[in-house]
């Protein structure tokens, strides 16, 4: 089930993976996207002194640092699928 009932407005509002989208002591705000495939899989882009990135409807997807090339690289695939 897409999303595993969970509506994009709380897939949105969820952290990533791994604690990855609390800033330090909570003083910097958090830098990141979303995006999301025509089959409705949903991965979060933050930035946190570099990029990473995990898809949100998977159970212990921990996020994976990236470069730049490679987070436009990846983006422009899973959009593609």
């Known amino acids: 089930m897409i999303g ?3 509506s994009r407005q709380q ?9 990855c989208s ?6 910097r705000p958090v ?3 979303q995006f999301e495939n025509r089959h409705g899989r949903v991965w979060r882009v933050e ?3 570099t990029w990473y ?3 949100l409807d998977t159970h212990g997807s921990a996020p994976r640092e990236t470069g730049l090339d490679e987070l436009v690289e990846f983006a422009m695939e899973r959009l593609r699928d």
């Open 4 to 6: 595993e009932g969970r």
């Open 11 to 19: 897939r949105a509002a969820a952290p990533m993976a791994g604690g």
């Open 22 to 27: 609390s800033s330090a002591a909570g003083r």
């Open 31 to 33: 830098v990141g996207a």
């Open 47 to 49: 930035w946190h002194g």
């Open 53 to 55: 990135i995990a898809e």
